[in-house]
Structures are given as C-alpha cells and as structure tokens.
C-alpha cells in the first residue's frame, strides 16, 4: 500500500508501528522501498556519512535536492521525507516555504521535515498552509549541536522535560503530520506518544514511540567515524565490504580476475588478421 502522510496517522489510531530509515541514493532506495518500508529520510545525515562533513551544518539545498531525486526514483510505495538543511528555513516564513516547495518540485519529495519546536511552529504553519505535509523534528536537533554544546540527550530535568512536551504540542497544534523524538528518555517520549493524536518517530526514545527510524549506514556497520547508543547492527556489512575490496585486489594484482568467464569472446580469425 502506497504510504502517505494520511497512512502515517491511520497507523498511530490502529497501533500499527511505523518504520523509517536514511537513504541517499537510488539503489540504496529501491532495496529499502522493495523490503516494505513506510518512509524513507534523506536525511541531512547524508553530510556526515556521505560526504565525510564533521556535522550537518554544511549541507545546502542543492544538496539536498540531488540527493531526495535520487531517492524519489527508486521508491514506490514508500513515503519520502526531506530533511530541510540548515538556514533554509530559520531566518524567514518566505525562504522555508520557498524552499520546501523546492524539495517537493525539484527533489520530488512527498514531505519535507524541519527540526525545532515552539520558535519555528510559524514555519510549520505557513508550509502547511502551502500544501506540503510537514514532520517536526523535536529532542537533540543535530543542526542546534553549536548551542546544545554537543550531541546531548534532552529533556532530562523537570523543567527541561516539560519544554519538550510543550514543544511537541506546539508543533502538532501547527499542522505537522508526525514528530520525530531524537535522544529523549524512554519515559519522557512514552508521555508525549499518549499525549499526541500524530505519530511519534524515535530514534534513541525508547519503544514506545508509534515508529523507529535509523540511519542505515549506522544499523548495517557501514559508518564507523562513530556509532551511537541507540544503533542496533543488525548487520556488519562495513566489514564484509572490507573483506570484498581486499579480495578484488589481490585477485586482480594475481591475475585471477577477470577470469574467462568475465570476458568477452572474438573469433580467431578476426584477430589473425589484426597481425
């Protein structure tokens, strides 16, 4: 069944769990979209495990264009969402719907995602109001890492706890669709699950969250700068990749690869009269 942002909250009411993961690419993509997945990110992550950048800070639109075409051509019944990179849509109402309607036009996106809670519900509202289905993102806010002082799990003193739940609030009040929960104590982001009538996406808030989402490179072993609390491998391809790579090498500086069968045939004829 195609997924949409409809769908996500259909689940939410049937406590049907939700299931989403990073993709960048095309092929990368169709093997999730094929595995039944409901949504696919590209998210802003594609900074740090595609193009080697220390954050996500430096990632532009075009950026982030290239990329969400990329995975919007190897999906059919996933739902895409884009990450709107940093500044594209802090310093006015006009540059985020200017620029999400770029990721629906030219990315080919089906809804776009934007990180923050109370201080950018008027963004929320106003790319709402433009027709594009929006998913908050609230907790550890990767492009917030300069004034968080690091990556951070939120919420974890009274005051600090209650600002969440009033933030997830805010951004459903809004008109976003679904919330995604980022480094939020399991107990906290089970609250504001029950509190919600848009489904909670977490990612390292526990399983009580209406879905999960997880960078692929991270639950495959394929990124190994850094790895997470809340990752689960379910795979170390990164290692296998390594064996694979070290393989080809020798086989090649050996002379075993390509072997007959690798190769493509001419008649002798032909070739004796090249001499």
């Known amino acids: 069944m195609k997924n949409t942002a409809v769908t996500f909250r259909q689940a939410k009411e049937k406590k049907e769990k939700l299931t989403m993961l990073t993709a960048y690419d095309y092929s990368t993509a169709k093997l999730i979209d094929n595995a039944g997945i409901n949504g696919i990110l590209v998210g802003d992550s594609l900074g740090m495990v595609c193009l080697g950048y220390e954050d996500t800070l430096s990632v532009t639109m075009e950026d982030m264009i290239h990329h969400t075409r990329a995975v919007s051509r190897g999906v059919k019944n996933t739902l895409v969402v884009a990450d709107m990179p940093f500044m594209s849509y802090q310093a006015s109402i006009y540059d985020a719907v200017v620029n999400a309607g770029r990721l629906i036009k030219e990315g080919r996106a089906h809804v776009v995602k934007l990180e923050g809670g109370i201080e950018v519900c008027d963004k929320i509202e106003a790319i709402v109001k433009a027709s594009i289905p929006v998913m908050a993102h609230i907790g550890l806010t990767p492009q917030s890492v300069n004034a968080f002082g ?79 609390k809340f990752v689960k491998k379910y795979e170390n391809l990164g290692e296998k990749m390594d064996i694979a790579f070290k393989k080809y090498i020798e086989e090649v500086r050996d002379g075993v690869f390509p072997a007959e069968e690798h190769s493509f045939k001419i008649n002798d004829e032909v070739i004796e009269k090249l001499y």
Request: glycine letters at 10%.
């Open 150 to 228: 690091g990556f951070k799990v939120q919420g974890k003193d009274e005051e600090a706890a209650k600002n969440l739940i009033e933030a997830a609030l805010a951004v459903e009040k809004a008109g976003a669709f679904a919330v995604v929960l980022e480094c939020v104590p399991a107990k906290l982001a089970a609250i504001i699950t029950e509190k919600l009538s848009i489904p909670t996406i977490g990612i390292g808030a526990g399983a009580e969250c209406d879905g999960q989402i997880l960078v692929y490179q991270d639950m495959l072993g394929m990124y190994s700068d850094f790895t997470p």
